[in-house]
Structures are given as C-alpha cells and as structure tokens.
C-alpha cells in the first residue's frame, strides 16, 4: 500500500516538473522574445509535455491500484451505480367498451369494400363468386 | 494491473531524467568549456531531480513487494 502512495508523490511531483519545463524557457528567459523557438526551447518544452503525460497518467494509475486495494480490503466500499431508469409503462389503449364501438368502427371499411366489389371490372379470368366453380375457372387458366 | 502500469510511469520517468541531464550536451545549446546556461542548470537540476526521484521509488516500490513476499512465506511455513 505505501509502496503504492509513494509511487504517486513521485508522479505527482514529476507532473510539476513537466509543467515547470515547459513554462521554463520563457519564465527565465533563454528564449528571445518575438523569434523562433531555440533549440533548448524545443527540448526543454516537449520534454516537459512528455514528462507531464507521463507523470499524471502515473499519478491516475496509483491512484486507481490504491482504490482497487482499499476495496479489496474492505475499507472502501463502492459506490453502487445507479440502476438505470426504467422506462415508463406505455398506458393501453382503452379496451372497447362495446363490440357495437367495433362495428361501428369498422362499418367504413365494409362499406368501401362493398363499393369496391361492386364497380370493379371482372375480366373473363377471373372467377366471379357464386357464378363459377373453382376447378373450372383453375382448368380455362 | 494499475500498479504496473504505475511502475512503468517511473521507469519511463526516470529515463526521462537521464535525458534532461543529458539533453543539453546531446542537442548542443551548452557549448563545451563556457559556463553553464541558465537552460542547462535548469535541466541538470529538473534532470537530476526526476532520475534520482524515481529511482528511489523504484526501489521503495521492489523492497515493499519484497516484504510482502517474504511475510507470505512466513505464513506459508507456519
């Protein structure tokens, strides 16, 4: 466990660093104003953003492996996540009081297929109900 | 699995420290024999600093792993 804390100090600390490297250069004032970057400017500035990754991306893993170990002994417990919100139940439709709110739902669409069968055409192939037996309007196909 | 990757940030650190006191002579902003710049001082102190700090908890980090290895085994004999 301490070997773990110490570990994260030192990131931590490293972290500064980089940030203090970064800033050096112009904070001390090797780099001239209004030119183009030195040579020392480049090194010192992404050594400091590479040391600065690096050292926070210790301090999270440190710090991740002591909570890991916290819980496993005991002493931290997780925080439990919260269950998902569960959808509300859609309401039902309104079941039909009556099967008379049925028909009289259903009476246009009848009448419409009434209407339909009565002003289509019917060619010679097909067979008209009730005038033709199945198996002869099949055999004349 | 964390830790690892946590020691692999140190030793990544410290190879970074060896290059900062390295850096001003490899990259060539401190001429040889002149008195040091104001940006090597800076590296060899940051350089220095970081290298030795994370050495140091390297190996913190391997004796403490050691103690916990050797106080297992006591308890596997007992």
Redesign the interface.
């Given at each position: 466990m301490?070997?773990?804390f110490?570990?994260?100090v030192?990131?931590a600390?490293?972290a500064l660093?980089g940030l203090?490297?970064m800033i050096?250069?112009f904070a001390?004032?090797?780099q001239p104003e209004n030119a183009d970057w030195?040579?020392?400017t480049h090194?010192?500035f992404f050594?400091g953003l590479?040391?600065a990754v690096?050292?926070l991306?210790?301090v999270i893993?440190?710090v991740?492996?002591i909570h890991?170990e916290l819980v496993a002994r005991g002493l931290v417990v997780p925080k439990p996540r919260r269950p998902e919100p569960e959808p509300e139940p859609v309401p039902a439709a309104a079941p039909q009081s009556s099967s008379a709110e049925l028909a009289s739902l259903l009476a246009p669409l009848v009448e419409a297929l009434r209407e339909d069968l009565n002003t289509t055409p019917r060619s010679g192939e097909h067979r008209q109900n009730g005038r033709t037996s199945l198996v002869g309007a099949e055999e004349n196909r | 699995m964390?830790?690892r990757?946590?020691?692999s940030?140190?030793v990544?650190?410290f190879l970074?420290g060896l290059?900062?006191v390295a850096?001003?002579f490899a990259?060539?902003?401190q001429e040889r024999g002149a008195a040091y710049?104001?940006?090597t001082i800076?590296?060899l102190w940051?350089g220095g600093?970081?290298a030795g700090?994370?050495f140091?908890?390297l190996v913190?980090?391997a004796?403490?792993?050691l103690r916990d290895l050797a106080r297992r085994g006591k308890h596997a004999d007992a």
């Open positions: 301490i070997r773990k110490v570990g994260a030192v990131a600390l490293a660093a203090w490297l050096a250069p001390l004032g090797t030195t040579n020392a090194s010192e050594s590479g040391v690096v050292g991306a210790g893993a440190f991740l492996a890991e | 964390k830790a990757l946590g020691v940030a140190l990544i650190l970074a290059w900062l850096a001003p990259v060539g902003y710049a104001d940006a800076n590296d940051l600093g970081l700090l994370s140091v908890a913190i980090y004796a403490d792993a």
